[in-house]
């Protein structure tokens, strides 16, 4: 089982980043998905979830309408659009996958994400 997070960077305040969470080695469309980020010296917390099928999404109020979360399940990928970036968006982006009944829940190793001028 892996979760494989790309497309973190640098990026100036203002700017957008799209993340990707590859998924592999378990039944993708059994899971629902979601995104979480630690910032240095802070807790882990949750950014944005989304169900197995897509239909509901939940953010965290602090990235409401400027993050969106997705998922491709035929590419087993579940996606981080986020606009409008902050410096306090920094942190490392960790991907999640949350099995619908019972069973493990799998983490990302994390991709970094800075947002600095």
């Known amino acids: 089982v892996t979760l494989v997070e790309s497309g973190g960077g640098l990026v100036q305040p203002g700017g957008s980043l799209r993340l990707s969470c590859a998924a592999s080695?378990?039944?993708?469309?059994?899971?629902?998905m979601s995104w979480h980020r630690q910032a240095p010296g802070k807790e882990r917390e949750l950014v944005a979830f989304?169900?197995?099928?897509?239909?509901?999404?939940n953010y965290a109020n602090s990235v409401k309408g400027r993050f969106a979360i997705s998922r491709d399940n035929a590419k087993n990928t579940s996606y981080l659009q986020m606009n409008s970036l902050e410096p306090e968006d920094t942190a490392m982006y960790y991907c999640?996958?949350?099995?619908?009944?019972?069973?493990?829940?799998?983490w990302g190793q994390g991709t970094q994400v800075t947002v600095s001028s």
């Open positions: 999640n996958a949350i099995p619908i009944v019972g069973g493990k829940v799998y």
């Open positions: 989304v169900t197995s099928q897509g239909g509901t999404t």
């Open positions: 080695g378990f039944t993708f469309i059994s899971y629902s």
